[in-house]
C-alpha cells in the first residue's frame, strides 16, 4: 500500500529519502571523527582566544596584531560585507544604465554598451580585479610626487582628495561638539564603538524619510479622489534636509583633509588600492549581467505600454521611469538576486590583491598558523551561507511588495 496506493506513494518516498539522506550525512560525520582522532586532532574552537599576530591594513575598527583570531575574524568579515555592499549598489546602479542605453535608439551609445556588456562579462572576474590593480599601481604618481614646489601631481577637488599609487585619499567627517561614542562587548575581542552622532544622524534621516513617504502618500490619495495632484517636492526635500542640516550645525560638523606629512598622506579617510579594485572590478564585472537582466526585462513589457503612455503626452524618459521599469522589475528581481549573490562570493577572490575579508583572515593566515581546517572551513562554509540567505531574504521580501497584485 505504501508504494502502489497513491495516496502513501508520495510520502514514502519522501520518508525513505530523508533516512538515506540521514544515514548519509552521519557517516560523512563518523568518517570525519575517526580520520581526525587517528591525526591525533580533536574538533575545538579555544583558538579564536589566541593572538592572532598579523596585521590587517584595511578595517573599519581598532585593530593590532596582538589581538586574537576571533577579533581578526571580525574585522574580515566586516571587510566582506563593506565590499559586498558597496559592490551590489554600485553594479545596480550602472547594471540599470547600461541595460536602458543597449536600448537606445542612438546607433553609437548602444553599440557602445555591447561593447562594454561583451568584454567584461567574457572575462574572469579575477582577471579584472589584478589589471586594475595594476593600473592604479603603475599609473598613479607616488605620494612623494605631491611634495615641494616642483611636484609632479596635484590633489584634486581644491586639494582634499588624492589619487596615489597607494590609495585614495579623501576628506572624513569629524564634529567638534561630538556626543561620544557607545561601548559594546567591553574589552573583549567582540568590542566595537558605534558613534552617538552616526545615530543621531541616522535617526534624524530616517525620520525625515518617513514624513517624506507621509506626504507623498497624501498628494497620492488627493490626486485618486481629486484627479489633481498637488505639488509636493519642495515639502519632501524641506523634511528630509533641513533636519539633517540643523543636527550638522548642531555637532559642529566639518571635514578633516589629507595632508602630506613626510613620505605619505595624513589624516582623511584612505581607501587602499585592494579595495578599490576588488569594489570596482566586482562591480563592472556584475553590471554587465545586470544589464542583460535589466534588457531583458525591459522587453518583457508589452510595446502598447510604452504607446499609451506616448498618448497620454510623457516624455521617453518618465515613461521608461514610471511605466517601463516598475513592471519590468517582476521579470528583474528574482535573477538579481543571483547577481548579489555571485558578486558576495566572488568577493572571496580579494586576496589576490591582498585585501583581508573574512576568506583571507579566517580562512587564510588563521586556517594556516592554527592547523585548525576543519573549524575554520565551516565557519568559513557557515558565515557565507548566513550572508547569502539574508541577502536572498531581503530581495524575495522586495520582489514581493514590487510584484503585481491582482484586484
Known amino acids: 500500500m505504501l508504494i502502489y496506493d497513491t495516496r502513501y506513494r508520495s510520502a514514502t518516498i519522501q520518508v525513505v529519502a530523508l533516512i538515506a539522506f540521514m544515514l548519509l550525512a552521519a557517516w560523512l560525520i563518523d568518517n570525519t571523527a575517526r ?59 550602472v547594471g540599470v544604465l547600461v541595460g536602458v542605453l543597449r536600448l537606445s535608439h542612438n546607433w553609437l551609445i548602444a553599440r557602445l554598451m555591447t561593447i562594454y556588456v561583451e568584454m567584461f562579462r567574457n572575462v574572469p572576474v579575477l582577471l579584472w580585479i589584478v589589471f586594475i590593480m595594476a593600473i592604479m599601481i603603475e599609473t598613479l604618481p607616488a605620494p612623494s610626487a605631491f611634495r615641494g614646489d616642483n611636484a609632479t601631481a596635484s590633489m584634486l577637488l581644491g586639494d582634499t582628495v588624492a589619487l596615489t599609487n597607494r590609495g585614495i585619499y579623501i576628506p572624513e567627517a569629524l564634529f567638534s561638539r561630538s ?86 598622506f595624513s589624516g582623511g579617510t584612505h581607501l587602499r588600492n585592494s579595495l578599490i579594485a576588488l569594489w570596482l572590478a566586482l562591480s563592472l564585472y556584475t553590471a554587465a549581467f545586470i544589464a542583460e537582466i535589466v534588457r531583458a526585462g525591459i522587453l518583457a513589457i508589452s510595446n502598447g505600454q510604452t504607446e499609451a503612455a506616448a498618448a497620454l503626452g510623457l516624455r521617453p524618459g518618465r515613461v521608461m521611469r514610471l511605466v517601463i521599469l516598475p513592471q519590468a522589475l517582476r521579470v528583474i528581481v528574482p535573477p538579481l538576486i543571483s547577481q548579489y549573490l555571485n558578486l558576495t562570493k566572488n568577493s572571496s577572490l580579494a586576496i589576490a590583491v591582498g585585501y583581508m575579508d573574512i576568506t583571507g583572515t579566517l580562512g587564510g593566515i588563521t586556517m594556516n598558523q592554527t592547523g585548525k581546517e576543519l573549524e575554520c572551513v565551516l565557519l568559513l562554509m557557515l558565515i557565507y551561507l548566513i550572508i547569502s540567505l539574508s541577502i536572498s531574504g531581503v530581495m524575495n521580501w522586495y520582489n514581493e511588495s514590487v510584484k503585481l497584485k491582482e484586484r
Not at 585593530?63 to 558597496?86: E, F, Q
Not at 497624501?218 to 534636509?241: F, K
Open 35 to 93: 580520520n581526525m582522532m587517528l591525526l591525533g586532532k580533536t574538533i575545538n574552537f579555544g583558538f579564536f582566544g589566541e593572538p592572532a599576530s598579523y596585521d590587517i591594513n584595511q578595517r573599519l575598527l581598532d585593530y593590532t596584531s596582538r589581538d586574537t583570531h576571533l577579533r581578526a575574524a571580525l574585522i574580515g568579515l566586516l571587510n566582506t560585507l563593506v565590499v559586498a555592499i558597496l559592490g551590489c549598489a554600485t553594479a545596480t546602479a
Open 179 to 264: 556626543l561620544g561614542d557607545i561601548h559594546f562587548f567591553g574589552a573583549s575581542s567582540l568590542r566595537f564603538d558605534v558613534s552617538l552622532d552616526l545615530i543621531a544622524f541616522l535617526i534624524v534621516l530616517g525620520a525625515g524619510l518617513w514624513a517624506s513617504h507621509r506626504i507623498k502618500r497624501r498628494a497620492d490619495r488627493m490626486q485618486e479622489e481629486t484627479g489633481n495632484r498637488p505639488t509636493t517636492w519642495y515639502l519632501r526635500v524641506g523634511v528630509v534636509l533641513v533636519p539633517v542640516v540643523i543636527l550638522l550645525v548642531a555637532l559642529g560638523f566639518h571635514l578633516g583633509y589629507p595632508e602630506l606629512k613626510g613620505f605619505n
